[in-house]
């Protein structure tokens, strides 16, 4: 038996679709089920040109030539799409030196195809997936900066699980400020517009609180609570309290009908999360935070008060009178207050 003859038994036997060409690319001879593969729906196909019935070889002939002459490795051009008799197929052709022309193997890898195209889309939905959810923790993760201080939110985000009830015990300053003049304004304007005043009055308080590292603890109808050293360390917190309390104030000075009245107190309380699982919220608890709040009480428009616990903190360019002092409503002990009158 020749080893063409031997060659072609034994493809046979391991059910290889093959063909046989001269090193010109012409076939010579082929399997029975070769024909299924070839591009063109024809009855014979001896004799015609291998680029012809294969057209994902055109531009590869002198490449080819050269595999029949042992000068360049087989070549192998892997998954072919297909139209085979089940519907789509994927083949891949490997082609090799073969006494003076060509071997040309082909194999079905429709299933191996099939599964890689299946993986591909499963890539493609995973990363469509991951893309999405991307998107939608950047909406929360801005959501949540919006209706938390930025610190808390951004420790929240970097680890979920320390947010729990409680908190800790700690020197902070307490700033309020309440714009005095909008109740009486609100009664001749419908109530969007007086919405539309707030949220640009208050938008001008917050501004100047994180301007000067200080958080937004919450709002309170036309007034806001503002805390100094919690969550972030600031060794400067009573004088940065004043700072944003003196550009509140000069934000309005030529406002004949809107001022904001502001106190400020320096004292321990307890700085953390108050409410239940479900419902929490960051905020500092404490007398300290009472005579803030009695402070600003006290405070005319366009005043700033500040407790003497505060006035001890701060450098000595800020100028302030000494009021004297004075029992705070639901305080038993007397406490001195200042009015700033500058700041350099």
């Known amino acids: 038996m020749s080893d063409t003859n031997l060659l072609k038994t034994i493809l046979t036997f391991q059910g290889i679709e093959y063909a046989l060409a001269a090193a010109d690319g012409r076939l010579l001879s082929h399997s029975p089920g070769l024909r299924q593969w070839a591009a063109d729906d024809v009855r014979e196909i001896n004799g015609r040109s291998l680029y012809s019935l294969f057209h994902e ?48 193997i082909v194999s079905d890898v429709t299933d191996t195809g099939n599964l890689e195209q299946r993986l591909s889309q499963r890539r493609n939905e995973l990363s469509l997936l991951s893309n999405q959810l991307n998107n939608t923790r950047n909406q929360l993760d801005d959501l949540l900066h919006r209706f938390l201080p930025n610190p808390i939110a951004s420790q929240m985000v970097a680890d979920p699980q320390a947010v729990k009830l409680g908190g800790e015990r700690k020197e902070v ?121 009695r402070l600003q009480e006290m405070a005319k428009p366009g005043q700033v008060l500040i407790s003497g616990s505060t006035q001890a903190l701060l450098p000595d360019e800020v100028g302030l009178l000494s009021l004297g002092s004075f029992q705070l409503r639901g305080r038993s002990k007397t406490t001195d207050i200042y009015a700033v009158t500058n700041l350099n």
């Open 173 to 293: 300053t307490v700033l309020f400020a309440d714009l005095h003049g909008f109740t009486s304004w609100t009664e001749n304007v419908n109530p969007e517009q007086a919405l539309h005043m707030l949220n640009d009055k208050l938008s001008i308080a917050v501004d100047a609180l994180i301007a000067h590292s200080g958080i937004l603890d919450k709002y309170m109808g036309d007034a806001v609570m503002g805390v100094f050293n919690t969550p972030l360390n600031d060794p400067d917190h009573a004088y940065h309290a004043v700072q944003a309390a003196w550009q509140l104030i000069c934000a309005f000075k030529e406002d004949p009908v809107l001022q904001f009245s502001v106190g400020i107190n320096t004292g321990t309380a307890v700085a953390g999360n108050i409410g239940t699982l479900e419902a929490m919220n960051y905020t500092v608890i404490g007398d300290a935070v009472n005579q803030a709040k």
């Open 57 to 104: 070889l055109t531009g590869l002939e002198d490449d080819i030539a050269q595999v029949a002459r042992r000068q360049q490795p087989p070549i192998k051009i892997e998954k072919i799409a297909r139209q085979g008799p089940n519907g789509s197929a994927y083949i891949t052709l490997s082609i090799l030196p073969f006494n003076n022309g060509l071997l040309i």
